[in-house]
Nanobody, 124 residues
Framework: VQLQASGGGLVQAGGSLRLSCTAS????????MGWFRQAPGKEREFLAA????????RYGSSVKGRFTISRDNAKNTGYLQMTSLKPEDTAVYYC??????????????????WGQGTLVTVSS
């Protein structure tokens, strides 16, 4: 499975962006999807995860209430809507998927497929 992340860019603090993650195969529809980010010099951080049908979500504490994960399985695409962006949100953002029987994990090691990353820069 190949994942293509897009939608990153430069935005002012307080602004919004929507990231997209398009999968190459229909197996996306049965996969758990997650979003992570990695800032320079820091470990990859869990942001959000969503069940295969989109009924259940989980968020990391740093983005809960500001970011929203969603998916459109008919388009093999997932999304991360980001609002109230802060300079500390600056990072490379990654989407990832897995089909393991592990529910909405926040661990990078659980996810088998990763997008190439898209850079989000938030200016103050």
């Amino acid at each position: 499975v190949q994942l293509q992340a897009s939608g990153g860019g430069l935005v002012q603090a307080g602004g919004s962006l929507r990231l997209s993650c398009t999968a190459s195969l229909r197996t996306f529809r049965t996969s758990i999807m997650g979003w992570f980010r990695q800032a320079p010099g820091k470990e990859r951080e869990f942001l959000a995860a969503m069940s295969s049908r989109g009924h259940v979500t989980r968020y990391g504490s740093s983005v809960k209430g500001r970011f929203t994960i969603s998916r459109d399985n008919a388009k093999n695409t997932g999304y991360l809507q980001m609002t109230s962006l802060k300079p500390e949100d600056t990072a490379v953002y990654y989407c990832a998927t897995h089909n393991r029987p592990i529910w909405l994990s926040n661990s990078t090691g659980v996810y088998d497929y990763w997008g190439q990353g898209t850079l989000v820069t938030v200016s103050s």
